[in-house]
């Protein structure tokens, strides 16, 4: 069953919330704004939305450290953990320490160039403190329940349980739950064993080691579900098999659309228009302009996905730019609340004043949460 059912199921289902922030019905309505794609196994949707309406859950999304920044095409992830948050689900942003020296071949045409261990290790602190920021603009600027504590985010490095691991017993106790068969099927290795470049034996692994990251995290958090872009549906499945089989619990993966750049490519660290995260990378100038330049076919989408406004006031939002399209109000609003989330209220002004002075005030003054 796909997502669109699972939401159906989840509208019939009431609790009572006078004494609780999480919620089945919000997660599972981020199928409204288009945060998800599929959800694996797709016959598991009874089971998740007994999960969901139970109990907290934990929810972990993976980060490989292989620039010193996130970019824009890493915000839908960020943006759906925050909303398991705020929901009241634990949250867990793990950064690969570990991963990041194999390289994740998919969607690559070619392998990764080999990056040096201490580059590594410094992109995996830049990284980290990059999505602590975005976690802290949101309490502070976005989260309107003062008296309501969100979990606190759990930010990991898979290095942890890497460093003395010894790779004979590795091999012996974890690659045998893996069959060389469903590994050549995953898309990002056929299509790479189909190419002049090959694959390397590095690369292939890389499923092995991302489901044993998501097997470490079950037995740590109990964290039961993983969220990924869509071209990381083949590594969901091979952490799904391996504690499915190695320790017999249920676990869930749940993918989101690619943010694709201009020309539909996908958003990566290596196109030369990359906009970062990072002020050290992008200034908020910058990240703020890359928004204000949405198409008006476009906007609704964006919204949609990175801001927290709700559904009905993003309607209203668009519906009054329609009117108006050369003011460019819906702009306006998705570039001031991303950059607002971000890189928080103080750099906000620098592009809000440079670009449009007289709309300063509506800034000011409008309730974003």
Known sequence: MNVR??????STIHINLSHRYYCDKNILKLYERGMYENIFPDTS???????????????????DPTADSLHVGNL???????????????????????????????HRKSERVEMEKYFIEENTESIAKNIDTIFNNHEKHFWKHKRENLKPLILVNNL??????????????IGKYFRMGTMLSRSSVESRLNSDTGMSFT?????VFQAYDWFQ???????????????????????????????????????????????????????????????????????YQYFIRTKDSEVEKLLKLFTFLPLNKITEIVEAHMKNPEDRRA???????????????KNILIPLISCHLPYYYFFLTYDYR
């Open 217 to 287: 995290l079950m037995r740590r958090y109990k964290c039961r579900f993983q969220i990924g872009g869509s071209d990381q549906m083949g590594n969901i499945m091979s952490g799904h098999d391996l504690i499915t089989k190695k320790i017999n619990e249920k676990v869930y993966g749940m993918t989101l659309p690619l943010i694709t750049a201009e020309g539909g490519k996908k958003f990566g660290k290596s196109l030369l228009n990359a906009v970062w995260l990072s002020p050290t990378r992008s200034s908020s100038f910058q990240l």
């Open 45 to 63: 949707t009874n089971e998740m939305v007994e999960l969901l309406k139970t109990s907290p859950q934990c929810v972990y999304a993976g980060f």
């Open 76 to 106: 839908l992830i960020l943006m759906n953990l925050l909303h398991w948050q705020r929901s009241g689900h634990r949250v867990v942003a793990l950064v690969g320490g570990a991963t990041g020296l194999i390289g994740d071949p998919s």
């Open 331 to 345: 702009q306006r609003i998705l570039a001031e609340q991303v950059t607002l989330l971000v890189h928080g209220g």
């Open 203 to 207: 690369e292939f692994t890389y499923q």
């Open 160 to 173: 942890d349980w890497y460093t003395d691991v010894n790779v004979i017993e590795f091999i012996r106790n």
């Open 5 to 10: 059912s699972l939401l159906r199921l989840c």
